[in-house]
């Protein structure tokens, strides 16, 4: 039997709306909370989170 997991919040760690198994496998996966309101980008491999640093944003030069 699979074991399911509800994915935390990088940011404040509460629980998302989203549940993963061991073998689910996420790859730039924007992720919400509904708690703080963010949203980020991450990886998830065998039950291990890593969030992608987004670039920031460049102003445009004329």
Do not use: H
């Not at 074991?3 to 996966?29: Q, S």
């Amino acid at each position: 039997m699979s074991k399911y997991e509800w994915l935390l919040c990088p940011v404040c760690g509460n629980k998302t709306r989203v549940k993963v198994r061991e073998d689910t496998v996420l790859e730039n996966f924007p992720l919400f909370c509904p708690k703080c309101k963010q949203e980020k980008i991450i990886n998830v491999k065998q039950m291990n989170i890593s969030v992608m640093k987004e670039p920031d944003a460049k102003t445009q030069s004329r």
